[in-house]
């Protein structure tokens, strides 16, 4: 059973700022909670190749994968896919998107996630989905904290 998650946030910033932190996947530990390295593996245009290592988490071990993330910063939108499955997905599909509102007072940034769990997991789908759900607000709070308050003068444009 494929499962499916969409949350959405609104970040007081200009969307440049916004997509290029958020899509500047190095920088990844200081924005999300869960993450304990970010490592970029390889690039080719606007697809990056990379992992992604958690903290572990009660009685969670720190998991790692590998994804691959395409930018499309004209689209306004970014998408991604485990290529190393890792438990407990058998297959999870991520697809981010920013609405620039009026008069550049900020984003709405969306997170859709596709996904079907492993079937060694204990939980079901509709389990995933709700923390999924829950985690992804989280994340999404600290993110939305975090760029809002960086500092202008040290952003770069790593982002394609």
Not at 43 to 58: D, I
Not at 104 to 120: A, P
Not at 132 to 144: D, E, G
Request: with cysteine; glycine share 4%.
């Amino acid at each position: 059973m494929t499962g499916y998650t969409e949350n959405n946030i609104v970040i007081l910033r200009d969307f440049d700022t916004v997509f290029d932190l958020t899509n500047d996947i190095e920088l990844w530990p200081q924005l999300f909670t869960e993450y304990e390295k970010a490592e970029v593996l390889e690039r080719n245009g606007n697809e990056v190749l990379f992992s992604l290592t958690t903290y572990p988490e009660g009685d969670r071990p720190s998991r790692t994968w590998v994804s691959r993330r395409l930018i499309d910063k004209p689209g306004k939108q970014a998408t991604a896919e485990r290529v190393e499955k890792a438990f407990p997905f058998k297959d999870m599909k991520i697809h981010w998107t920013y609405e620039e509102l009026p008069q550049g007072v900020g984003v709405v940034m969306t997170w859709m996630q596709k996904f079907e769990i492993h079937d060694d997991c204990k939980w079901t789908t509709e389990q995933m989905e709700s923390f999924l759900n829950r985690n992804t607000r989280v994340q999404m709070r600290a993110i939305k904290e975090k760029v809002e308050a960086w500092p202008t003068k040290t952003l770069t444009t790593t982002a394609v």
